[in-house]
């Protein structure tokens, strides 16, 4: 138990993300794929239920005793928020109003972010977008863990902490390894997420907004639904850093599994990605792919291979730039 991880640095590779020649090269063949590349019809309606579902939850745990209050939290409250942060991240790529009303998407997103108790979506789109253009890069990709957690979070003990803290890393990481000045856009989601705070600490009391918190640390730390965040990108076998699942825990996260697809295109909504996969079948079919994020957790945390290390890495032109 306390013995420290394999991995002693990330894995360095120096050539570009598979994805982008993956793009080209399936546009060429299934021109038909251009069509997936519309606004899900369906997303306003489903983050506006969960939204809604969040508020009469708060109104329900005025008088639950407090260990009822954190069960809830993680049971039913950690499931909608860690789903609505999916949303908000299908929602980034502008697949609620379509590319060509990016106010109204970054708007919703504000919306979705409710529940949270905290602004996150503005923040959010501001470092996806990198995540998407430079994967892996080395001071741009904020999606990966900085070399304190590679060395600090390397046994099966520390890694089940680092699982836990996952919300804490992902909110304090993009302030070390890339800050970015305030947008006008994360000025506007903070006051907002303050004031609804404020209006539920005014109605309700301090217990609805103590569950719509808990629900969010809860539900983004260790859970089942976290595996997602190992499960996407960390190097489970050498040579592949991105990896779909396709179970059923698709139903409530918005199709975040096909992230191999997602990556390949990343305007195409979750609704539709399993349709990428139906009418290219060649190009993700033979890829490993995981069968359980319940599994990816339990391996990321007992298996000496994997740690914060255990991503690929590279050096990225305008890294360089900024030396």
């Known amino acids: 138990m ?5 991995r002693s ?20 063949k299934y021109p038909a794929i251009k069509d997936l590349m519309r606004p899900d019809p369906y997303i306003k309606w489903t983050v506006t239920g969960l939204v809604l579902s969040q508020l009469l ?9 407090w260990r009822w209050l954190f069960f809830w939290a993680y049971a039913f409250g950690g499931c909608v928020n860690h789903s609505l942060t999916l949303a908000i991240h299908d929602i980034s790529h502008n697949t609620a109003f379509g590319t060509g009303r ?18 996150y979506s503005a923040s959010f789109k501001k470092y996806h977008v990198d995540h998407h253009r430079y994967l892996g890069g080395d001071g741009l990709d904020v999606d990966i863990p900085t070399r304190l957690e590679g060395w600090l979070f390397c046994t099966p003990a520390r890694k089940l902490l680092w699982l836990v803290l996952q919300p804490f890393f992902y909110s304090l990481r993009p302030l070390c390894v890339n800050p970015k000045a305030v947008t006008r856009m994360e000025v506007l989601n903070t006051l907002v997420q303050l004031l609804v705070d404020a209006a539920i600490f005014a109605l309700w009391g301090i217990k609805p907004v103590a569950y719509l918190l808990a629900s969010s640390l809860l539900g983004l730390g260790l859970h089942p639904i976290s595996g997602h965040f190992v499960a996407e990108h960390y190097m489970f076998l050498k040579g592949h850093e991105t990896y779909s699942y396709y179970g059923p825990l698709n139903w409530i996260t918005f199709n975040v599994g096909y992230h191999m697809e997602h990556h390949d295109f990343p305007s195409i909504p ?22 359980s994020w319940v599994k990816v957790l339990w391996d990321f945390v007992f298996e000496d291979s994997l740690g914060p290390y255990a991503r690929v890495k590279r050096v990225c032109k305008l890294a360089e730039d900024r030396l």
Not at 57 to 65: K, R, S
Not at 271 to 290: F, G, M, S, T, W
């Open 270 to 291: 979750g609704c539709n990605l399993p349709l990428v996969r139906k009418i290219a079948p060649e190009y993700y079919d033979h890829l490993p792919q995981h069968h």
């Open 102 to 119: 990016p106010a109204h998407n970054r708007w919703f997103a504000i919306f979705a972010n409710l529940p949270m108790g905290v602004p």
């Open 9 to 28: 640095d990330f894995e360095w590779v120096y050539t570009d993300q598979p994805h982008t020649q993956r793009r080209k090269e399936m546009l060429a």
């Open 2 to 6: 306390g013995n420290c991880a394999g």
């Open 57 to 65: 939850a708060c109104w329900l745990v005025q008088g639950l005793a």
